[in-house]
Structures are given as C-alpha cells and as structure tokens.
C-alpha cells in the first residue's frame, strides 16, 4: 500500500482554487463570442491587470497543464491583487508600478546564455517557450517586506534550461540579469542602483524540482507588472531573489555580489531563504501579511519548503543563509 505523505505547504484539495474554476472563466468568455480572440492573442484588456491589452503571441499557449504536486499550502490569492500590488524598482520604488511597467515592449526579446557552456547562444523568447515543456505551479510567494501570496505560476522547470544551455562540469553558479533600458524603465534613471538587476543561484538550487522559470499566470501570459515574459520564481527565498524580465543566463565558477547585496549587504544577503527566527535588521519575520485577508499568519521556515531545500545548505559553514 503506498501511503503518501503531505508535504508542509500543502493543504487539503478543496482549500485551493480548482483548475476549472480558472478555466470556466475562459469558457464564459468563449461562450460570450470573444474567446477565440483570446487565443489568437488579442487587444482584450482584463479587469485588474492594467495594460494586458498588448498583443502577446504566446496567448494561445494558455492555459497550461496544472502539476497538483504544487498546491501553495493556502487559497490563491486573488489575481487583481497580486497584479497590481508589485516591486519592480526598474519603474519605481514603490507597489503602484502597474500602470508604468506598461512601457516594457516584451516583442521582440532575446535571451542570451553564455558563460561556461557548451556552445553560447542567443534565443528569442518563442523560440524559447517552444522548446520548454510547460506547465502551471502554484507558489507561495513571501516578500522580505513580511507580505505574501499564493500564485498559480506558469512556466518550465529551470533545470530544463541549464539542459539546453548544457554548462561545463567547471560551472557553479547561474547568474541572471534583467533589461536596461532607461527609455521605457525610469527607475533605471536612478544612478545610484547597481543596475541591471543581477542575481544568481547555486548550480545545486538552479537545477532543484522547486526552482521554476515563469512565463504566465492565472492562465494567461505574464503581465508586465510581474516580470514578462520571463521571471524566476524559488518559492523557498525572498521575493528580491525573484529577479523579473531576464534577459541574460550566465554560468560561472564564481559567485556574483547580486543587485541587493551591493546595495546593502546587512539587510540583504546572498541566500535569502526564508526563516521565521531570522529577524530582518528593522523588523521581525515572524510573521506575514496575507494580502488578499491583511491578516498576520506565521511564517513557516524555508516558506514552508524546508522538507523540500533544507538539505541544499547542510554543509555551508558560517554562511549567512537567512538574509
């Protein structure tokens, strides 16, 4: 008899939003005579997602598979709210950046992958999404601001990447890098940030069933506002790790100084994975604002993922894993 135990963020099925709750609202939009314009990557706009309106050639790839191995370990999080409630400091410091983000032009985009490689490329994003076998996950997501969210992410497992990229066997770290463009991003135009955003994981994170590349949620495309076309999502670590629009995979044997180590590397380190009894240096991360409810709940070690990385980090010293 197999007996199968629950993983620590997990909950029981009828605590999370079904997948046919997601796609009933693409058959009423059908059934009302606009879903084919859906799928052929219309100018339909979405209620709560500001600028979806642009035409995305990577509609009709929406919805993907749901993987009911990753359930969140809570309700999702309403989708007007976790697109419109957003840090991406390349177009300000503040949440309210939906309606700037709408100046990113996400067609066309390359991603480059060089480094330690086989052979170093340069791939358009279709091209991209064509040769990833994608699906939807859903994520909680914890911000090192003590705020979260559960998200129904879409994507491919970022080990599929770092297989087409093919490193050498001499390769420890994936290095990531967003755009820079400080015509269309005005925070960019603030010097004093070491852009562009950069951040990296271990060879050993960057290939772990957990680590995901993101490319939609809730059943469509990204939007703008949360890191299209291309983001990372490692629901283990703080939000700030989950670097957004990639444009560039480098592998490497040396470990980066990433865009918020730079910046302030007391208050925001390396690792960045979650954990309740490691207080930020200005406030405690005991505990979390759900904010869909604005209700504080506890925060739970690795996010709740512990049973899933903890073993990642067993031999790191005195490394500062938590910050």
Aim: hydrophobic fraction near 40%; charge should be neutral.
């Amino acid at each position: 008899m197999l007996i199968r135990n629950k993983q620590g963020w997990e909950i029981s099925e009828n605590r999370a939003t079904s997948e046919d709750v997601f796609l009933n609202r693409r058959h009423l939009l059908k059934m009302m005579g606009i879903g084919g314009l859906i799928a052929g990557g219309s100018s339909l706009a979405f209620p709560g997602i500001p600028g979806a309106a642009e035409t995305d050639p990577s509609a009709a790839l929406y919805p993907v598979p749901r993987n009911d191995a990753f359930v969140g370990g809570r309700p999702i999080t309403p989708e007007e709210i976790s697109t419109t409630y957003n840090n991406f400091y390349e177009f300000g410091s503040h949440k309210n950046i939906s309606k700037a983000a709408q100046a990113l032009k996400v067609r066309p985009w390359t991603v480059k992958i060089d480094g330690m490689v086989e052979t170093e490329m340069e791939i358009g994003i279709d091209d991209l999404l064509a040769k990833m076998p994608l699906e939807e996950r859903v994520y909680r997501h914890r911000c090192v601001e003590a705020w979260s969210m559960v998200v129904p992410w879409s994507g491919f497992q970022l080990s599929e990447l770092v297989k087409l990229a093919a490193p050498t066997t001499s390769a420890k770290y994936l290095v990531m890098q967003t755009f820079e463009d400080k015509s269309v991003a005005s925070g960019q135009k603030q010097f004093w940030y070491p852009w562009p955003y950069t951040e990296a994981l271990t060879m050993a994170e960057a290939t772990h069933e957990l680590a995901f590349m993101v490319t939609g949620m809730y059943g469509k495309p990204m939007p703008k506002q949360n890191g299209a076309p291309l983001r990372l999502a490692v629901p283990w670590k703080y939000g700030f790790k989950q670097i957004k629009s990639i444009v560039r995979f480098h592998f490497t044997d040396k470990r980066p100084e990433t865009f918020w180590e730079k910046l302030n590397s007391r208050e925001y380190g390396f690792w960045a994975n979650v954990n309740p009894e490691v207080r930020h240096p200005r406030w405690s991360q005991a505990t979390e604002r759900d904010l869909e409810t604005g209700k504080r709940i506890p925060t739970l070690m690795y996010n709740g993922y512990a049973n899933e990385v903890a073993s990642l980090y067993k031999d790191l010293g005195n490394e500062r894993l938590f910050m």
